[in-house]
Nanobody
Framework: QVQLVESGGGLVQAGDSLRLSCAAS????????MCWFRQAPGKEREFVAV????????VYSDSVKGRFTISRDQAKNTVYLQMISLPPEDTAAYCC???????????????????WGQGTQVTVSS
């Protein structure tokens, strides 16, 4: 059974940094895309970043590019999201997700992902 467990969220001040972790288990993730989404209260779920498990290739949303870094540690089966210079607008529940890579995959669509974690809350105070 695949499990994705996020951690690392919390309450921080504007300008602070935070690193989220997503511990993945239950299968080998070779050939998978591992992603972070976020959802703020009253808003739709938003794509944040994705990394290919095998190659490490990364894609970011424009809203976080240059401030967030997604990475994976294959030995630890863990995906990270390093966030810096956080403004209050980054307040949201952050979830990691996984799906097997396939032709035509739309990385930014949450409908494409088969496995989801429960999420970790990030709150940025002004």
């Amino acid at each position: 059974q695949v499990q994705l467990v996020e951690s690392g969220g919390g309450l921080v001040q504007a300008g602070d940094s935070l690193r989220l972790s997503c511990a993945a288990s239950g299968r080998t993730f070779s050939g998978y895309a591992m992603c972070w989404f976020r959802q703020a209260p009253g808003k739709e779920r938003e794509f944040v970043a994705v990394v290919r498990w095998n190659s490490g290739t990364r894609v970011y949303s424009d809203s976080v590019k240059g401030r967030f870094t997604i990475s994976r540690d294959q030995a630890k089966n863990t995906v990270y999201l390093q966030m810096i210079s956080l403004p209050p607008e980054d307040t949201a529940a952050y979830c990691c997700a996984a799906t097997f890579l396939r032709y035509g995959l739309d990385f930014s669509s949450d409908n494409e992902y088969d496995y989801w974690g429960q999420g970790t809350q990030v709150t940025v105070s002004s």
